[in-house]
């Protein structure tokens, strides 16, 4: 086992601080966690730690420190963690397996985040409803990759749950708030695997946790709509 001091600056509410999290939870890495709210959901009068603003470059969470060495930017820290420790990877060992994995890792964070994010910060009924089509109709892919293997690139869990468990965690929230339609059954019972796994425990967010978040957003919508009458 490493004895690596590992700190993450991070959020529960922020999908890319969850997929770090995921990460390191679901590797056995022991870390601890620094919250920084990001600056929507940050309480006044919230210090922001000098070492945050010191070294992640675009102030976002996640950020991680390991032995003084720090990295922000969600993916290039999962691909740090793999450099780092070389237990329980979340990497298939040969070339072509990790370059799967990649690949649907940066799919999905285009093809699967960017409608979610629609949802959640869509003011207009027409627009939510078109980001929730889209969140959809990227199932369908995701629904054709679970119909070869019970995880999303292969026979074990890798980076690519990590990117999900970022949608997963939310996915009550976000149908509070406008998304709309049915996962195939074979998304819903990936969701059910990963709800399994040692990462999910810490990431998982608690019915409070859902009301916050839907709660906020629909206050941001609250006041977009008010502010454009
Ligand atoms: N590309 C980054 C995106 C990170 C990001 O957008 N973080 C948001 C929170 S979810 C943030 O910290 N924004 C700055 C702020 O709102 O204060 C990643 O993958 O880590």
């Known amino acids: 086992m490493s004895t690596s001091t590992v700190t993450l600056f991070g959020h529960w509410i922020c999908p890319f601080s969850v997929r770090v999290e995921f990460a390191l939870a679901q590797r056995g890495i022991d870390y601890t966690v620094v919250d920084v709210p990001p600056r929507a959901v940050r309480p006044k009068g919230f210090v922001v730690p000098e070492e945050f603003i010191a070294h992640s470059p675009k102030l976002e969470v996640p950020m991680v420190k390991i032995d003084g060495e720090y990295l922000a930017d969600s993916i ?65 892919t995701v629904d054709q990759w679970l119909q070869t293997s019970p995880w999303l690139a292969g026979e074990t869990p890798s980076l690519a749950e990590a990117i999900m468990a970022g949608v997963y965690t939310r996915l009550d929230g976000l149908r509070q708030l406008g998304l709309t339609g049915e996962l195939p059954a074979s998304v819903q019972q990936h969701l059910e695997r990963c709800t399994q796994l040692a990462g999910w425990q810490k990431v998982e967010w608690s019915v409070d946790q859902t009301t916050d978040f839907v709660g906020r957003f629909l206050k941001f919508r609250e006041i977009q709509n008010s502010s454009k009458n």
């Open 76 to 140: 290039p820290i999962l691909e740090w963690l793999e450099e780092k420790f070389s237990d329980s990877s979340l990497l298939p060992t040969d070339d072509a397996g990790q370059a799967i994995v990649r690949e649907r890792v940066e799919w999905l964070n285009k093809y699967v985040y960017r409608p979610m994010i629609g949802v959640y910060y869509g003011t207009d009924p027409a627009l939510i409803q078109e980001s929730s089509a889209a969140f959809m109709k990227a199932m369908e």
